[in-house]
């Protein structure tokens, strides 16, 4: 038994292509917020886990700094009670590290919960573009493009 293909006028055919390209921009879209938001993720993670660290720190104790493209510094940590964050546009705050460590918290929380909303948005997309996908590949195969 053949299946058969349905009939789709011009104008349905037009827009499903239209909105299969359009989805899979914003797809593509997402996909590169995802990765900047893991990045980010991951570096909130990281500058947590140092600031436990340093909150166990001895006064005088000798630490690596990156400074940037693989290269560290040796210091020796004379105050382990006050960080300095960027809070953004190149402006910085003091705090204890107990308030830097909530800073973080808040922070990795703001962007577990983007992650998921965007997850959430391209499982819906990537749903969506399975039901046109094959629409389109019987049309596609029953006109003989």
Known sequence: MTEKTPSIDQRELQRLVLEYQYLRQVLNTI??????????RLDLLKT??????ISVANRNAEALVPIGAG???YVMLHNV???????GHR???EYDIKKAREYI?????EVDETL?????ESANINKRLTEIA?????????SGR
Do not use: A, C, W
């Open 116 to 120: 998921k909303k965007l997850q959430e």
């Open 48 to 53: 947590k886990m140092t600031l436990d660290g």
């Open 105 to 109: 918290d808040k922070r990795l929380k």
């Open 91 to 93: 402006y910085f705050m």
């Open 71 to 73: 290269v560290h510094l």
């Open 134 to 142: 094959p629409i389109l590949q019987k049309y596609l195969r029953s």
């Open 81 to 87: 009670e006050r960080v300095l964050l960027d809070i």
């Open 31 to 40: 996909s590169q917020q995802l990765e900047v938001l893991n990045t980010t």
